[in-house]
Protein backbone atom coordinates (compact mmCIF):
# COMPACT_ATOMS: atom_id res chain seq x y z
CA UNK A 1 0.00 0.00 0.00
CA UNK A 2 2.57 2.87 0.64
CA UNK A 3 4.36 1.72 -2.54
CA UNK A 4 1.30 2.89 -4.40
CA UNK A 5 0.82 6.00 -2.37
CA UNK A 6 4.94 6.10 -3.32
CA UNK A 7 4.28 5.97 -6.64
CA UNK A 8 1.10 7.88 -7.11
CA UNK A 9 2.65 10.59 -5.05
CA UNK A 10 5.62 10.89 -7.54
CA UNK A 11 3.04 11.12 -11.11
CA UNK A 12 1.38 13.62 -8.94
CA UNK A 13 4.53 16.01 -8.83
CA UNK A 14 5.73 15.03 -12.17
CA UNK A 15 1.99 16.67 -13.70
CA UNK A 16 2.36 19.36 -11.57
CA UNK A 17 6.05 20.28 -12.89
CA UNK A 18 4.83 19.80 -16.09
CA UNK A 19 1.31 21.91 -15.70
CA UNK A 20 4.02 24.45 -14.44
CA UNK A 21 6.30 24.19 -17.39
CA UNK A 22 3.34 25.05 -19.85
CA UNK A 23 2.06 28.13 -17.96
CA UNK A 24 2.79 31.53 -19.15
CA UNK A 25 5.63 33.49 -17.78
CA UNK A 26 6.44 29.78 -16.13
CA UNK A 27 9.62 27.86 -15.41
CA UNK A 28 10.28 26.51 -19.03
CA UNK A 29 10.09 30.38 -20.24
CA UNK A 30 13.16 31.43 -18.56
CA UNK A 31 15.63 33.52 -20.97
CA UNK A 32 18.32 31.69 -22.10
CA UNK A 33 20.53 31.49 -25.26
CA UNK A 34 21.06 29.13 -27.48
CA UNK A 35 24.51 27.96 -28.21
CA UNK A 36 24.93 28.57 -31.85
CA UNK A 37 22.77 31.53 -33.21
CA UNK A 38 21.07 29.16 -35.97
CA UNK A 39 18.33 31.13 -37.84
CA UNK A 40 16.00 29.07 -39.91
CA UNK A 41 14.83 32.17 -41.51
CA UNK A 42 18.15 31.91 -43.55
CA UNK A 43 18.22 28.33 -43.78
CA UNK A 44 14.47 27.52 -44.39
CA UNK A 45 13.46 30.50 -45.93
CA UNK A 46 16.35 32.32 -47.75
CA UNK A 47 18.08 29.13 -49.10
CA UNK A 48 14.75 26.83 -48.77
CA UNK A 49 16.62 24.00 -46.93
CA UNK A 50 13.52 21.49 -46.75
CA UNK A 51 12.93 20.10 -42.88
CA UNK A 52 13.57 16.95 -43.46
CA UNK A 53 16.72 17.46 -44.89
CA UNK A 54 18.27 18.47 -41.12
CA UNK A 55 15.26 16.68 -39.02
CA UNK A 56 15.72 13.45 -40.98
CA UNK A 57 13.58 11.19 -38.08
CA UNK A 58 10.37 13.18 -38.47
CA UNK A 59 8.96 10.42 -40.95
CA UNK A 60 10.32 7.74 -39.76
CA UNK A 61 10.23 7.89 -35.79
CA UNK A 62 8.59 9.20 -32.74
CA UNK A 63 10.86 12.31 -32.92
CA UNK A 64 12.00 14.45 -35.54
CA UNK A 65 15.57 14.61 -34.80
CA UNK A 66 18.05 17.26 -34.23
CA UNK A 67 21.14 16.97 -36.91
CA UNK A 68 24.47 15.85 -35.37
CA UNK A 69 27.41 18.42 -36.48
CA UNK A 70 28.28 16.07 -39.34
CA UNK A 71 25.13 17.32 -41.17
CA UNK A 72 26.00 21.40 -40.27
CA UNK A 73 29.93 20.59 -41.45
CA UNK A 74 28.19 19.36 -44.58
CA UNK A 75 27.19 22.89 -45.76
CA UNK A 76 29.25 24.79 -43.67
CA UNK A 77 32.99 23.16 -44.47
CA UNK A 78 32.17 25.03 -47.91
CA UNK A 79 29.75 28.12 -46.77
CA UNK A 80 31.69 30.14 -44.49
CA UNK A 81 28.98 32.74 -44.07
CA UNK A 82 28.31 36.59 -45.76
CA UNK A 83 27.67 38.61 -42.76
CA UNK A 84 30.69 38.77 -40.14
CA UNK A 85 28.33 37.13 -37.45
CA UNK A 86 27.77 34.09 -39.84
CA UNK A 87 31.18 33.51 -40.33
CA UNK A 88 31.11 33.77 -36.20
CA UNK A 89 28.65 31.57 -35.56
CA UNK A 90 30.04 29.16 -38.27
CA UNK A 91 33.13 28.87 -37.09
CA UNK A 92 31.64 27.82 -33.58
CA UNK A 93 30.25 24.67 -35.57
CA UNK A 94 33.87 23.79 -36.73
CA UNK A 95 35.23 24.01 -33.74
CA UNK A 96 32.40 21.46 -32.17
CA UNK A 97 33.38 19.40 -35.27
CA UNK A 98 36.98 19.41 -34.72
CA UNK A 99 36.99 18.81 -30.76
CA UNK A 100 34.46 15.85 -31.70
CA UNK A 101 31.95 17.22 -29.33
CA UNK A 102 27.85 17.36 -30.11
CA UNK A 103 26.53 20.76 -30.26
CA UNK A 104 24.08 21.22 -26.69
CA UNK A 105 20.82 22.81 -28.21
CA UNK A 106 18.16 23.76 -25.49
CA UNK A 107 14.89 22.16 -26.74
CA UNK A 108 11.75 24.79 -27.24
CA UNK A 109 9.33 22.17 -28.63
CA UNK A 110 9.19 19.64 -25.93
CA UNK A 111 5.96 18.27 -24.01
CA UNK A 112 6.08 15.98 -20.75
CA UNK A 113 7.81 12.84 -20.18
CA UNK A 114 4.34 11.20 -19.79
CA UNK A 115 2.91 12.13 -23.24
CA UNK A 116 3.66 10.17 -25.82
CA UNK A 117 3.76 12.01 -29.29
CA UNK A 118 4.74 10.64 -32.46
CA UNK A 119 6.08 12.18 -35.22
CA UNK A 120 5.92 9.81 -37.53
CA UNK A 121 2.15 9.14 -37.60
CA UNK A 122 1.26 12.84 -37.94
CA UNK A 123 3.49 13.02 -41.04
CA UNK A 124 2.61 10.10 -42.81
CA UNK A 125 -0.79 11.04 -42.69
CA UNK A 126 -0.23 14.06 -44.42
CA UNK A 127 0.30 17.16 -41.61
CA UNK A 128 2.94 19.44 -42.80
CA UNK A 129 5.45 20.90 -39.98
CA UNK A 130 4.01 24.12 -40.10
CA UNK A 131 0.84 23.28 -38.94
CA UNK A 132 2.42 23.18 -35.13
CA UNK A 133 5.77 24.64 -35.32
CA UNK A 134 4.20 27.81 -37.53
CA UNK A 135 6.20 29.39 -40.97
CA UNK A 136 9.49 28.58 -39.92
CA UNK A 137 10.72 30.49 -43.13
CA UNK A 138 9.84 33.72 -41.01
CA UNK A 139 11.51 33.11 -37.59
CA UNK A 140 14.89 34.08 -36.90
CA UNK A 141 15.58 32.27 -33.79
CA UNK A 142 12.87 30.14 -31.80
CA UNK A 143 11.94 31.36 -28.25
CA UNK A 144 9.37 30.08 -26.01
CA UNK A 145 7.13 33.22 -26.89
CA UNK A 146 6.93 32.81 -30.88
CA UNK A 147 5.91 29.04 -30.77
CA UNK A 148 2.79 28.99 -32.71
CA UNK A 149 1.11 26.01 -30.92
CA UNK A 150 0.89 25.89 -27.22
CA UNK A 151 1.30 22.13 -27.05
CA UNK A 152 -1.26 22.15 -24.49
CA UNK A 153 -3.20 18.80 -24.17
CA UNK A 154 -6.69 20.60 -24.93
CA UNK A 155 -5.09 21.87 -28.04
CA UNK A 156 -4.17 18.51 -28.98
CA UNK A 157 -7.53 16.87 -27.82
CA UNK A 158 -9.06 19.74 -30.61
CA UNK A 159 -7.56 18.51 -33.56
CA UNK A 160 -8.32 14.83 -32.68
CA UNK A 161 -11.73 15.73 -32.25
CA UNK A 162 -11.72 17.47 -36.19
CA UNK A 163 -12.95 16.27 -38.86
CA UNK A 164 -9.97 16.84 -41.51
CA UNK A 165 -10.69 16.12 -45.26
CA UNK A 166 -8.68 13.72 -46.94
CA UNK A 167 -7.85 12.74 -50.55
CA UNK A 168 -6.71 8.71 -50.89
CA UNK A 169 -5.69 8.10 -47.29
CA UNK A 170 -4.23 11.66 -46.78
CA UNK A 171 -5.12 15.10 -44.95
CA UNK A 172 -5.95 16.70 -48.19
CA UNK A 173 -4.07 19.45 -49.32
CA UNK A 174 -0.67 20.53 -51.54
CA UNK A 175 2.90 18.95 -50.58
CA UNK A 176 4.73 22.20 -49.24
CA UNK A 177 8.05 22.92 -49.55
CA UNK A 178 8.87 22.46 -46.13
CA UNK A 179 8.47 19.39 -46.44
CA UNK A 180 10.95 18.36 -49.24
CA UNK A 181 8.34 18.37 -51.59
CA UNK A 182 8.11 20.54 -54.43
CA UNK A 183 4.22 22.64 -53.86
CA UNK A 184 1.92 20.72 -55.73
CA UNK A 185 -0.70 23.31 -56.95
CA UNK A 186 -3.46 20.63 -58.27
CA UNK A 187 -3.85 19.47 -55.03
CA UNK A 188 -5.36 22.54 -53.89
CA UNK A 189 -8.39 21.60 -56.32
CA UNK A 190 -8.22 18.20 -55.22
CA UNK A 191 -11.91 17.29 -54.26
CA UNK A 192 -11.91 15.47 -50.73
CA UNK A 193 -13.00 11.70 -50.73
CA UNK A 194 -13.81 11.01 -47.47
CA UNK A 195 -12.51 12.47 -43.75
CA UNK A 196 -10.09 11.62 -41.06
CA UNK A 197 -10.16 12.66 -37.23
CA UNK A 198 -7.54 11.38 -34.99
CA UNK A 199 -7.94 8.99 -31.67
CA UNK A 200 -9.42 9.65 -28.57
CA UNK A 201 -8.17 6.77 -26.74
CA UNK A 202 -6.60 8.31 -23.42
CA UNK A 203 -3.82 5.27 -23.90
CA UNK A 204 -2.65 6.50 -26.99
CA UNK A 205 -0.78 9.53 -26.00
CA UNK A 206 -0.46 8.87 -22.26
CA UNK A 207 1.29 4.80 -22.29
Same mark, same amino acid.
Given at each position: ???????????????? /????????? /?????? +??? %?????????????????? +???????? &??? &???????? !?? /????????? #? %?? *???????????? #??????????????????? +?????????? +? $??????? $?????????????? *? %????????? !?????????????????????????? &???????? $? /??????? $???? !???
Amino acid at each position: MKERLNFFAKRLALMI /GAALLLLPG /GLAAGE +FTQ %PIKFSHKTHAGTNKVPCE +FCHIYARR &SLV &SGIPPVRT !CV /GCHSMVKGT #E %PW *QQKEIKKVLKYW #EEQRPIEWKKIHDVPDFVN +FSHKRHIQIG +F $DCTQCHG $DVTKIEEWTMDNMK *Q %PLAMGWCVK !CHMTQHPTANGKIAGPARPTRGAPAV &SEAVAQQP $D /GVISGSR $DCFI !CHK
